[in-house]
């Protein structure tokens, strides 16, 4: 019993970095909208990158933490709070047993991610950890977490150990310690409320009118209600193409952005599906789909495009970015 759900918020499911290799089954990816800020939440907590953690939607639950244990919180700033007590982002956090973990208000961003250290100990699907709710696998059941739920952790690795007592000692009288240091906001990705994502051209963009092509990096788009972990669609100027086109469904990628008759173009994300038949105009680069995973209906979206070498350039930066924390944090707890 070292983690129950007292009350589950919005939507919070158990996410990993994705199913993979059974897309030609028709089972999808799914994991991690964000997985810079999943992935980072776990580095913080000593676990490996792809372990499960809690991707908390918007209104957050409240959680009973039944262990002494380390966790950290990253992505969407959902006012967490560790015993009614503000608490920090982007670093580790010693929590005490009996402590409870809630969330208020959204002050930036949709989605936010918890990492416990010594990860749940919960059967892997198909290789992953992750809730694919439509098809009711992976996670937790295969739902998102209700009152009630008990979750079990794991024990805990060495790196958590060492994390712990580098911070253990400055347990403050709320049942709560977190070290001085944190992720530095300048390796965070652009998060934002009307973000200009960055794009590559995708198979069909030629397939467009000029008027279209030129709509689609000089206005802005709004994220509208029929948007979900799938999805985004997305509402602006029409985006027509010259004449109609047949196609045959084929695969889609993460962040594809597809066409359909209504000229309203669609975000493709996390739980996308296998194919698709509608033209794709582009294809949001790696490193900023963390930043369409954080806005919500009502936020805006830009575009402007990058080459694919420019692409995979910031992609090797992200990535080094992140190597330079893990070798940092190793160093911190040394």
């Known amino acids: 019993m070292d983690i129950e759900i007292k009350n589950p918020g919005l939507l919070t499911t158990i996410q990993d970095l994705g199913r993979y290799g059974f897309r030609k089954y028709g089972v999808i990816v799914s994991g991690a909208m964000d997985s810079f800020a999943h992935r980072m939440a776990n580095i913080m907590v000593g676990n490996e990158e792809g372990e499960g953690t809690l991707e908390i939607t918007l209104m957050g639950p409240e959680i009973l933490i039944n262990k002494d244990t380390l966790i950290s919180i990253c992505g969407a700033d959902l006012s967490p709070k560790i015993?009614?007590?503000?608490?920090?982002?982007?670093?580790?956090?010693?929590?005490?047993?009996?402590?409870?973990?809630?969330?208020?208000k959204s002050n930036h961003g949709t989605r936010t991610y918890v990492a416990f250290a010594g990860f749940f100990n919960i059967e892997k699907i198909m290789g992953s950890k992750s809730t694919y709710l439509r098809a009711e696998i992976g996670g937790y059941e295969g739902r998102q977490l209700k009152r009630g739920d008990i979750l079990e952790l794991k024990e805990l690795s060495n790196r958590a150990l060492e994390i712990i007592n580098n911070i253990a000692g400055n347990i403050n009288e709320y049942g709560f310690a977190y070290p001085n240091w944190f992720i530095s906001p300048k390796i965070l990705p652009s998060y934002s409320n009307s973000p200009t994502v960055r794009i590559i051209r995708g198979g069909e963009f030629n397939y467009f009118n000029e008027q279209s092509k030129e709509s689609l990096f000089q206005n802005k788009?709004?994220?509208?209600?029929?948007?979900?972990?799938?999805?985004?669609?997305?509402?602006?100027?029409?985006?027509?193409?010259?004449?109609?086109?047949?196609m045959i469904s084929e695969a889609?990628?993460?962040?594809?952005?597809?066409?359909?008759?209504?000229?309203?173009?669609?975000?493709?994300?996390?739980?996308?599906?296998?194919?698709?038949?509608?033209?794709?105009?582009?294809?949001?680069?790696?490193?900023?789909?963390?930043?369409?995973?954080?806005?919500?209906?009502?936020?805006?979206?830009?575009?402007?495009?990058?080459?694919?070498?420019?692409?995979?350039?910031?992609?090797?930066?992200?990535?080094?970015?992140?190597?330079?924390i893990k070798k940092a944090l190793k160093i911190k707890t040394i």
């Open 83 to 104: 015993n009614d007590i503000s608490i920090s982002m982007w670093r580790p956090i010693y929590v005490k047993k009996g402590s409870i973990l809630s969330f208020g």
């Open 221 to 246: 788009f709004l994220i509208t209600p029929q948007s979900d972990r799938m999805g985004y669609r997305i509402k602006g100027e029409s985006i027509e193409l010259k004449e109609s086109l047949e």
């Open 252 to 324: 889609v990628a993460l962040g594809t952005i597809q066409v359909p008759a209504d000229g309203n173009p669609i975000i493709l994300l996390a739980d996308r599906q296998t194919t698709g038949g509608y033209p794709k105009i582009g294809q949001v680069i790696s490193v900023d789909i963390p930043v369409v995973a954080q806005l919500k209906p009502g936020d805006s979206i830009s575009f402007c495009e990058v080459s694919l070498e420019e692409a995979q350039k910031l992609y090797i930066e992200r990535e080094k970015d992140i190597d330079d």
